[in-house]
Structure formats: structure tokens, C-alpha cells
């Protein structure tokens, strides 16, 4: 890890984390920390373990070894229950994944539905809210998904991410199969979030040029393992040869490009 990443007084600490599935080692020995309010975008190639390093880090699977500190709070202290821990973050998984029987209001307030945490009505006029912020208007809540094109079940995927408060903020792709327009209101979007300085997010991203707008700082995976990681305005002038193999798409490098 860069003497960069380093942080006095981190929300996250990523430490020693692995996973392997048989032979392979998808994930090896990351550690990362998060300050408060900050956004680490991850770039690296197909199948490099950007997804699972965010699925470890929630729990959703478990990793063989290493540690996830949230707020000071080892996770495994959670006892195996994670949904405490859940329930503190906004997350956006490629496929969107809305639930097919519910309108898009319930898919938005689903945790609050869930905690009870308000009347319905309360909890339907915060998700029309939400909506408002990822630019849908308020009849759209009572839609269900398959009624709604590609790009809203995004907005709808990222405003159910936003929605009641989450202290961190994952997002996969969030732009991944969108035409460039709505692909850059969504990124503007996302930027305007991560001003946020209340908000700590993780993006996944492939678009650089996004990338480099929402980040402080960034991480490349390869293989499983972080092979650079820096401030977000060194990406460029980085000698770091996985990283100018990626940033210029070239087929040159230690990046091995497939072949079918
Ligand atoms: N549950 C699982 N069982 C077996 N292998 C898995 C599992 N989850 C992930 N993998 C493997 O771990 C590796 C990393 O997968 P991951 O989905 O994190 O890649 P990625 O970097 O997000 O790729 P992409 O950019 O294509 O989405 C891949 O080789 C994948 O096949």
C-alpha cells in the first residue's frame, strides 16, 4: 500500500483480506483504508476481483482470512449477522437488481419498509424524494421494474443505493450499458454524491473519465492483488506499468490479453 492511503483516523480498514475459490486466489492479502467522506475508485480487468473485494468487504461471502474494521468495529464481531452491518451501506451491483414484484417505491425504501421505521406514507414520500435526486419523476414510483427502460432501472438501482441515509456508498459499474448521455447524467450524479463529505464510497469503474472526476484516490486490481494504488491526479504520470497497460488499452504489458 502507498505511504498515500494511509490514514490517521480511517471509517474502513480493509487489512490482509483473502479469498480463494479452489486453485484460485481471486482475492490476495488487500488492505486499503478509507477516510470519512472520501471516495476510492477500483479499476483493474475482467475477473481481477473488483466485485468480490466488495462483496467480502459487506460479508455477502466470507473471506478465508484478513480483517474488515467499519467505524473502529471489527465485522466479525457481528457474529455472523451481518445485516446490522448492511444496513449501513447504499450498494449498486451490476445487474441493478430490483425486485420484479415490487413498485419502485417499495424497491427504494425496501430497508425502511423492512425496519419498520416509519408509516408507509412517510416512507413513500421519502423514496419519491429519492427519486427526485436521480432526476425520475414522482409517478414513477408506482411503476413496477420491467416498466421501466434500462437506464431508469439504473436511476432506480442508484436511488435505492442513496436512500435512507447510508454512511457508505458501493457502487459496481453504476454506468456499465448505458448510452453516453444517460451514462453521463448518472456520472454527474455520482459526482455531486461524492462531495458528499458525510458519504464514504467505493465505485467500481471503467470509465475513466468518470473515475477521475468522483475520486480522491484509487486502487488497481490485478489477479486478486493490488498492484497500484495512489491519488487519483497521479494516475497519469504513474510508471506503474499494469496501470498505463489499462489506461491506454494497449496490448502490450503484463496485463495478458485473452484470446479466444
Ligand atoms: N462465488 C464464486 N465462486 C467461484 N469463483 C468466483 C466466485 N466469485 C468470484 N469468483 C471468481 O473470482 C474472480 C474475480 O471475480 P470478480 O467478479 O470479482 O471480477 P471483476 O474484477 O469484478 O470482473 P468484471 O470486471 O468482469 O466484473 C473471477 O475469476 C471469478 O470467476
Redo the contacts with the bound molecule.
Keep these: 500500500m502507498s505511504a498515500e492511503l494511509k490514514i490517521a483516523e480511517p471509517v474502513l480498514e480493509i487489512q490482509n483480506l483473502s479469498k480463494s475459490?479452489g486453485a484460485?486466489k481471486?482475492l490476495r492479502n488487500i488492505s486499503f483504508s478509507l477516510e470519512l467522506g472520501s471516495t476510492l475508485v477500483i479499476i483493474?480487468?475482467?475477473?481481477?476481483?473488483?466485485?468480490?473485494?466488495l462483496?467480502t468487504i459487506l460479508g455477502i461471502?466470507q473471506p478465508d482470512s484478513g480483517r474488515v474494521i467499519v467505524g473502529g468495529v471489527d465485522t466479525s464481531d457481528y457474529s455472523g449477522n451481518n445485516q446490522k452491518l448492511l444496513d449501513r451501506f447504499g450498494m449498486l451491483f451490476?445487474q441493478s437488481a430490483l425486485f420484479d414484484s415490487l413498485p419502485v417505491w417499495q424497491n427504494i425504501a425496501f430497508k425502511a419498509l423492512k425496519n419498520r421505521q416509519a408509516d408507509q406514507t412517510n416512507i413513500k414520500n421519502e423514496a419519491i424524494k429519492v427519486l427526485d435526486q436521480v432526476g425520475l419523476r414522482p409517478d414513477v414510483a408506482d411503476l413496477y421494474p420491467a416498466e421501466l427502460s434500462g437506464g431508469m432501472q439504473k436511476r432506480v438501482g442508484l436511488a435505492r443505493a442513496f436512500a435512507g441515509d447510508p454512511e457508505f456508498l458501493f457502487l459496481?459499474?453504476p454506468t456499465a450499458g448505458l448510452d453516453p448521455i444517460m451514462s453521463n447524467s448518472i456520472s454527474k450524479l455520482i459526482t455531486a454524491q461524492s462531495k458528499n463529505d458525510r458519504i464514504t464510497s467505493i465505485v467500481?469503474s471503467?470509465d475513466l473519465k468518470s473515475a477521475r472526476k468522483i475520486s480522491d484516490h484509487m486502487i488497481m486490481?490485478h489477479e486478486?492483488e493490488i498492484v497500484w494504488s495512489g491519488l487519483t491526479k497521479k494516475l497519469d504520470t504513474t510508471d506503474n506499468p499494469y496501470v498505463n497497460q489499462f489506461i491506454h488499452k494497449s496490448a502490450e504489458g503484463p496485463i495478458a490479453v485473452l484470446t479466444e
Design positions: 475459490f484460485l481471486a483493474g480487468p475482467s475477473g481481477s476481483g473488483k466485485t468480490l473485494l462483496k461471502v451490476q459496481d459499474e467500481i471503467s486490481l486478486g
